[in-house]
């Protein structure tokens, strides 16, 4: 299906043309050509109106006005001749009128139910059945210290290439047996980082090629290749590596 409105859009986007330029061009005012772009055809001030703006709005866009006018005959036409001037003004008032409607009745509707309830308070009917609903379970004391230094020993790491052809990086949790997060080579300009509790076990080719964070802060890796604890405390190498 011809898409008027997206088409008209898409033809004005590409040529660089915005609602100004558009409406010097073709003597129809803004706000007329943004509703044929929504296709909100009852904003125009009248159905006969239309077919010439989009006539003339589809010339100047350089689109096939017989296409765009044989598409809204189509979709639209029946309604658009069914309707006088005077009629689409009503019927646009009569859209506008139903949602006010329905908000006054939920309005009133949610005022009856308050006046209930306090009546039923007032006249003292199910006081005493009504109960306090139980109070939401609180952490403990020890709960919360516990999530607290959880969340203090947690290290976040990042790591980014800086020279060279990058350098080689292995990335576990805890240990070298650990769960393994990231293992590859980090070429310049890259960056990876990591939320890890307790500890990072990391093996660096190139620290040289690297440079590392820890909790934002630099972090000076000493040395050449090799294999690396990482914690709140600073980087140790581990032996061997």
Aim: glycine letters at 12%; proline letters at 6%; hydrophobic letters at 35%.
């Amino acid at each position: 299906m011809y898409e008027i409105g997206s088409s008209l859009r898409e033809a004005r986007v590409r040529q660089g043309i915005d609602y100004p330029t558009a409406e010097t061009g073709t003597r129809i005012r803004s706000r007329y050509l943004r509703a044929m772009e929504d296709e909100e055809f009852d904003l125009l001030p009248d159905p006969s109106y239309a077919r010439g703006f989009l006539r003339a709005y589809a010339s100047y866009l350089g689109l096939d006005p017989a296409l765009v006018l044989d598409e809204y005959e189509s979709r639209y036409g029946q309604l658009a001749h069914s309707l006088s001037p005077e009629g689409a003004r009503r019927a646009r008032e009569r859209a506008e009128r139903g949602p006010r409607r329905r908000e006054a009745q939920l309005l009133w509707l949610a005022i009856g139910g308050v006046a209930g309830v306090a009546m039923l308070t007032w006249l003292g009917i199910g006081g005493s059945s009504v109960s306090t609903p139980p109070a939401a379970p609180t952490a403990t004391v020890s709960e919360a210290l516990t999530t607290s230094t959880a969340r203090n020993r947690q290290v976040d790491l990042t790591f980014t290439g800086v020279s060279g052809r990058g350098s080689y990086l292995e990335v576990r949790t805890g240990s070298a047996t650990g769960p393994t997060l990231y293992s590859g080579v980090l070429v310049p300009g890259a960056t990876r980082t990591f939320t890890i509790p307790d500890a990072a076990w990391v093996r660096i080719g190139s620290p040289a090629m690297l440079r590392v964070a820890l909790d934002g802060s630099p972090l000076a890796i000493n040395g050449g290749t090799g294999e690396f604890l990482i914690s709140r405390d600073g980087a140790v190498r581990q032996p061997g590596g």
